[in-house]
């Protein structure tokens, strides 16, 4: 079955670390997207990548970075420089960049920092 | 500059009545209305959509309707069911851009 997979589910980082969450999709997806969500704010796109090796900052990139050196994987490392990184993570892709298609998401990673 | 907007973080209604989910827009650009559905700890799924040509889409127990001089949509549930409470996201697209999500409105259908 195709789909997208992000892991780990709950992740947990002391202060000061960086961390990186996983997500992979067999779903030969061009475009694949980064949000978190806080509650009351709805989803906030972090990052999105169109293409192979190339990526572009969302609404709130600050103190993340990905890479895109594969199509099937897009990880996102949430640095020491984010100042609030306690949220729930949803990577998503889709065929093409647009929406006509929608998007498929992952079912999440929770990042705690203790 | 939140260009999706839901006004209403909570629903409650009564199973079997009618759902009314309201999304409120500022991009005139916008082309294209997504309604997606989220359980906890889960990622959103899709539930309908809808191109600013139509005014409105039916799939089974949910409408979409679209208001496009108002530039506003809703999606009505009917009947509402307990396996409908979650979060409801609307998301719009600007010509084949990237999806702009609104804050979701939690919906609790009560037995």
């Known amino acids: 079955d195709g789909g997208i997979t992000q892991s780990p589910k709950y992740l947990f980082r002391k202060e000061g670390q960086n961390v990186t969450l996983s997500c992979e999709q067999n779903?030969?997806?061009?475009?694949m997207y980064w949000y978190r969500q806080d509650p009351g704010q709805g989803l906030r796109l972090i990052y999105y990548?169109?293409?192979?090796?190339?990526?572009q900052k969302g609404d709130i990139a600050e103190g993340y970075s990905v890479s895109r050196e594969k199509k099937e994987s897009f990880p996102l490392t949430v640095t020491s420089a984010q100042k609030n990184p306690t949220a729930f993570y949803l990577c998503?892709?889709?065929?093409?960049?647009?929406?006509?298609?929608?998007?498929?998401f992952g079912s999440g990673t929770r990042l705690t920092v203790v | 500059d939140q260009q999706v907007k839901q006004n209403s973080p909570s629903l409650s209604v009564q199973e079997g009545r009618i759902s009314i989910l309201n999304c409120d827009y500022t991009?005139?650009?916008?082309?294209?209305f997504l309604w997606y559905k989220k359980y906890p700890a889960e990622g959103p799924t899709f539930l309908i959509s809808?191109?600013?040509?139509?005014d409105k889409n039916e799939d089974g127990r949910f409408t979409v309707f679209l208001n496009k001089s108002a530039k506003h949509l809703s999606l009505h549930i009917v009947p509402s069911q307990p396996g409908d409470s979650a979060v409801y996201f609307c998301?719009?697209?600007?010509?084949?851009?990237?999806?702009?999500f609104g804050e979701g409105t939690q919906l609790t259908v009560n037995p």
């Open positions: 998503a892709s889709s065929i093409l960049p647009g929406a006509s298609d929608g998007y498929t």
């Open positions: 779903l030969n997806h061009d475009a």
């Open positions: 990548s169109q293409i192979v090796n190339d990526f």
């Open positions: 991009n005139s650009m916008f082309d294209y």
């Open positions: 809808i191109s600013s040509i139509k």
């Open positions: 998301a719009a697209s600007d010509r084949g851009s990237r999806l702009t």
